[in-house]
């Protein structure tokens, strides 16, 4: 394999959130707040083994992304939840930048999302990881991987934004925490 096609396989994106691990680990674990700063809807609370349903909706964290998210409202993806370690880790499967309207997906195989957590000095290390790209058909590689790259690294900034409070969706993020879509270690 050489160097171009191992770097185009795998996403990693870090950030230091000045939050605590509990605040930062309902906010990518608790599918409602998740679906508030990352902006979508999903059916239920993330289990590991969970097939789920999703459907983009708008970030209500930031009105410059939510912009670009708009053309993509409505639009259904599945995720596949793998593992949950409280606290430490959370994983998900989907089929990556699956946004074309008339488009099955379901026949391609899925990249891998990983969130891990790490103190750090002052916080929390969130490390972003999503890889797999390499078995994404050859004609939507390249575009999956780059849309992905830029997808990352505004969520990076959206996460930091909501755990934060810099942010004006105060009242979506209270009532996310209300919902009781916590996820659970548990099959």
């Avoid at 349903?53 to 793998?82: C, H, N, S, W």
């Avoid at 790209?133 to 992905?148: M, S």
């Amino acid at each position: 394999m050489n160097m171009e096609a191992k770097s185009m396989d795998r996403i990693e994106k870090k950030v230091l959130l000045r939050a605590t691990r509990a605040k930062v680990w309902r906010a990518i674990s608790d599918s409602a707040e998740f679906g508030t700063w990352f902006g979508m809807k999903v059916d239920g609370p993330f289990v590991p083994g969970k097939k789920m349903r999703g459907v983009i909706v708008p970030t209500k964290v930031d009105a410059e992304v939510a912009k670009m998210q708009k053309p993509y409202e409505g639009k259904e993806f599945e995720l596949q939840i793998e593992k949950i370690e409280p606290e430490r880790l959370f994983s998900f499967r989907w089929h990556p930048y699956a946004v074309e309207r008339d488009v099955d997906y379901s026949a391609e195989p899925t990249t891998l999302i990983v969130f891990q957590l790490d103190d750090a000095e002052g916080g929390v290390m969130l490390t972003v990881t999503e890889s797999g790209f390499n078995q994404i058909p050859l004609e939507r590689r390249a575009k999956a991987f780059q849309a992905n790259e830029g997808g990352w690294s505004k969520q990076m900034e959206l996460i930091k934004a909501y755990v934060t409070g810099a942010y004006d969706g105060r009242a979506s993020k209270s009532e996310a925490s209300d919902t009781g879509t916590k996820a659970t270690g548990a099959r």
